[in-house]
């Protein structure tokens, strides 16, 4: 019995993974080869990657709350224990950094949802409250590729 269950489960879990294929709603990112869970609602794929320096800003809102400091830290020490980039908490936005943002963030997207940006020019991760920060950050970590011997996020939003 506890064997079927974990199969039917498996099973269950492979047809909604790969339901989005077989109904042939393909998306940008999945054309690009790149698979995150959960799948996002929409994807705007820009073209340039940003290329991830081996040193990188988090930037956080002054006055940030500790739920997003807790972010922050968490996306720092993810960079360093996966990619070996070295990451720095500051509240000074700059070129070539991810900014974590509550500001100028619509209200459809709720307390869970998110809008992550990746150009050239930097990553930016704007939510409406600190669980879609923490979900927009652990998108960001599935999305970084090895590029050669540096690493990339695809230019979308």
């Known amino acids: 019995m506890?064997?079927?269950?974990t199969l039917s489960g498996f099973l269950v879990l492979f047809f909604l993974l790969h339901g989005t294929v077989l109904k042939g709603q393909v998306t940008g990112l999945f054309r690009q080869g790149i698979h995150v869970i959960p799948y996002p609602q929409e994807v705007e794929t820009l073209g340039q990657p940003f290329i991830v320096p081996a040193k990188i800003s988090i930037v956080t809102e002054r006055n940030a709350p500790a739920e997003d400091r807790?972010?922050?830290?968490?996306l720092v020490r993810s960079l360093k224990e996966e990619f070996d980039?070295?990451?720095v908490v500051s509240n000074q936005a700059s070129r070539g950094?991810?900014?974590?943002s509550r500001k100028r963030v619509e209200k459809r997207l709720g307390p869970e949802g998110y809008e992550l940006t990746s150009s050239p020019d930097g990553i930016s991760v704007a939510a409406n409250g600190s669980a879609g920060l923490f979900y927009g950050t652990q998108t960001l970590l599935q999305l970084i590729k090895k590029e050669g011997s540096s690493y990339s996020v695809p230019g979308l939003k």
């Open 70 to 74: 807790f972010t922050a830290e968490q």
């Open 2 to 5: 506890k064997r079927y269950c």
């Open 85 to 87: 980039i070295e990451g």
């Open 97 to 100: 950094s991810i900014t974590l």
